[in-house]
């Protein structure tokens, strides 16, 4: 019989009966908070928003803190996540914070695919969780979990509506992280421009499907204040680290010409419901939608895609050893084929490199052969010429003697005729 049959079984089979006395295992959520506080907490944030919207200076207003940092400028190749983890201590209760900004967000001319560094980052936080969850040695109790519990996205102040970067942005993300929309800086807007803005902008996430973190009404010791905060989604907040007095008490403030702007001062912004809803009331929620709901929904659709599944196609429970050994074989399978054609490849391309190669032999042999006959006739032609200058020469010579030889004659008889010529003057000079 299955496990899970059994497990089914037992479960079906559970009844409740009443105690005689005291146990003991009411002390449970006390022994659970110990366990916790000792442990510590983490809580992992992502903003994300245009530069210059105040990232930085509100998460250092929310956590009353100065954390690390330079001002980011407007001259990003592309979009960079930059994380810092913090260790914070308050009364008792350690909490490791980790921040991560979207350096360079929105200030590229072509924003098409800014959305998808984002993405990225949060699906290789949980793709770092599965692979720990995956080992057959374990160990997350002590594994730094950066999974993103909230992303702030920062809506920056206009008054009209979202950019359509902003709505692509978070409905590519919506199924990832749990959102909280703000309007940042928003006391650049009036209070009336500011409430036809936020009726804008929800209006617009529904109309275009996006789903924002709902502060859940399910706990009755929450449900009237976190019902009461949907409704004032998005907040519009304002940050400043900076302490100005006002009548007798140091507050978080903004100076400016026409006035002061308290950040604490619920007329004024926000501020507070978004730290109350954060940190105060929501904290653990967040943490537990993150594992139960983003986290649980990637995990899925991963072991899918390794090809795990609960129920065969007869709705029976899959045994992750047989799905094992059915992948590992379809893997073999598929190696075993991808090696065969690979073999046959090489073989194909083994005898279209022999082809090409007597093809070019074949060429060269051609090729020699013509010279070779071109040369053979060229060096006949030269023979040939050589033979007949030859002939012209020696027949040359032959007239060249014998016209020395005539010429010889030509003289000795010319000789004796002028020896004639002379002994018949003397002759001639002497009767």
Not at 43 to 58: D, R
Not at 74 to 93: A, I, R, W
Not at 367 to 391: A, G, Y
């Amino acid at each position: 019989m299955a496990a899970t049959e059994i497990a089914r079984q037992v479960g079906e089979g559970c009844r409740t009966v009443p105690l005689s006395g005291h146990v003991g295992f009411d002390s449970l959520p006390d022994q659970l908070v110990n366990k916790s506080v000792n442990h510590g907490f983490c809580f992992n944030i992502l903003c994300v928003g245009e530069t210059g919207l105040g990232k930085s200076t509100l998460m250092d207003t929310l956590f009353n803190t100065k954390f690390e940092g330079e001002p980011a400028s407007h001259s990003q190749p592309g979009v960079q996540l930059k994380s810092g983890t913090y260790d914070l201590q308050e009364s008792n209760v350690g909490l490791k914070l980790t921040i991560v900004g979207s350096v360079g967000f929105g200030d590229q001319i072509n924003k098409e695919d800014s959305y998808k560094p984002i993405v990225e980052f949060i699906d290789a936080q949980f793709e770092a969780y599965l692979q720990e969850e995956l080992k057959i040695k374990r160990v997350l109790h002590n594994f730094h979990d950066s999974r993103i519990h909230a992303c702030l996205y920062f809506i920056a102040p206009t008054g009209h509506s979202l950019k359509s970067l902003d709505l692509v942005t978070m409905k590519k993300l919506d199924s990832k992280v749990n959102i909280i929309p703000i309007i940042a800086k928003s006391d650049a807007i009036s209070k009336s421009e500011l409430t036809k803005f936020k009726i804008k902008i929800t209006s617009e996430l529904v109309s275009n499907g996006v789903q924002i973190y709902q502060f859940p009404t399910d706990d009755e010791s929450v449900a009237e204040i976190n019902g009461t905060m949907n409704a004032h989604l998005p907040f519009a907040v304002i940050g400043s680290t900076e302490e100005l007095k006002i009548g007798n008490k140091m507050m978080k403030a903004r100076q400016y010409p026409w006035g002061t702007v308290q950040v604490e001062n619920e007329t004024h912004c926000d501020f507070v419901k978004l730290r109350e809803m954060l940190i105060r009331v929501n904290m653990e929620d967040l943490r537990e939608q993150t594992h139960t709901r983003h986290y649980e929904l990637y995990r899925r659709c991963k072991l899918e895609e390794m090809g795990f599944k609960d129920t065969d196609p007869d709705s029976k429970p899959f045994s992750l050893q047989e799905t094992y050994e059915a992948k590992r074989n379809e893997f073999l399978g598929e190696l075993h084929k991808k090696e065969e054609e690979m073999r046959q490849m090489f073989v194909q391309r083994v005898k279209e490199k022999e082809a090409e190669l007597k093809e070019a032999e074949k060429e060269l042999h051609e090729k020699f052969d013509r010279l070779k006959k071109l040369h053979q006739d060229e060096k006949k032609k030269l023979e040939d010429k050589k033979k007949s200058l030859d002939d012209e020469m020696n027949a040359f010579k032959q007239r060249k003697t014998a016209a020395e030889l005539l010429q010889s004659q030509a003289q000795q008889a010319g000789g004796s005729q002028t020896l004639k010529r002379d002994k018949e003057r003397k002759n001639s000079g002497f009767l």
